[in-house]
């Protein structure tokens, strides 16, 4: 299966913890595990607070080249 979320790479940018993003959505640790592993998908809502908590741009959990691009973007100005 290909990777659909980025979530278990942005949270080793960040420097946190899968149990961390658990304690933080009040979620079970095995439910980010399978987040992480691209078993199982968080909805929308989820999506949009994780994003919130690990302060990224919400495309920054599916499209690893977005933030590559931001860099570009800020070198050209």
Not at 38 to 43: A, E, G, K, Y
Not at 51 to 77: C, G, N
Request: charged share 30%; hydrophobic share 35%; aromatic share 6%.
């Amino acid at each position: 299966m290909e990777d659909v979320n980025r979530i278990k790479l942005v949270l080793v940018e960040k420097k946190r913890t899968s149990k961390w993003l658990a304690e933080q959505l009040g979620v079970n640790p095995s439910t980010v595990s399978k987040w992480c592993t691209n078993t199982s998908q968080p909805d929308l809502s989820c999506i949009v607070k994780i994003a919130e908590l690990l302060k990224v741009d919400i495309r920054e959990l599916f499209v690893s080249e977005y933030r590559q691009y931001l860099l570009s973007q800020e070198q050209e100005k």
